[in-house]
């Protein structure tokens, strides 16, 4: 096989498997899709590729290490991997998508140095761990409850926050609040959240009214 068509097998591989991880992110709707992971796959791999040629031609097989540039790629993806983590009220989003970023970054890594067979089977087994695997999950996690928090309470600066701090540290994700006006000092915030399954629903409205200010809580929801 000449050196030009193992150059594009490779490159087109990489670009081909990575492009199967981000269907399945692109089909969640997720901040790095089809075309980031094929970026980050195709990239890695001509990192590789590079690496080999500037290792037989400038070193001559003896000098140098080939390694040393594609290892950059392995600490260099987490920035990558960063900007796909947010905050979702007090959850963490984007995790997933961060480690399939660094997982195509090594499997590039390893078409480029010509490692086929082990680039397809991890390739085929991430595919699977992310289609299947999440329905295992809701089968063995225990189900969320959906609540609705009215809490009526004096107007003055820091409230949401002292609110928001209270909740979080008892694992509550907040997914929406609302602000009403209920007179010249006081207000009402509607909280929709979700409990963890395991917390008494006595045990937050006990919290809430340790908060200073609040006049009424309702606390409703399945």
Known sequence: MGYEL??????????????????????????????????VCLGSCLIMVTSIEIFETVGHGTIGDPARIAAQV???????????????????KGLT??????????????VGIGSYVAAIITTAIVFLILVYLPKL???????????????VLEDKPGQIGAIATTLGDLNIDIRNVEMIEKGPQTCQLNFSVVIPY?????DVIEKLKELEGVSKITYSGS
């Open 6 to 39: 193992s150059v594009f097998i490779r490159l087109f591989l990489a670009a081909l498997l990575g492009g199967l991880i981000g269907i399945e992110r692109e089909s969640l709707n997720k901040s790095a899709g089809l075309r980031t992971h094929i970026l």
């Open 74 to 92: 392995v600490s260099g993806i987490g920035f990558l991997g960063a900007g796909t983590i947010m905050r979702s009220g007090f959850g963490i």
């Open 97 to 110: 998508t961060a480690a399939s970023l660094w997982l195509v970054a090594a499997i590039g890594l390893a």
């Open 137 to 151: 999950e809701k089968k063995v996690k225990s189900p969320d409850k959906f609540k609705r928090i009215e809490l």
């Open 198 to 202: 395991c917390l008494k629903d006595d």
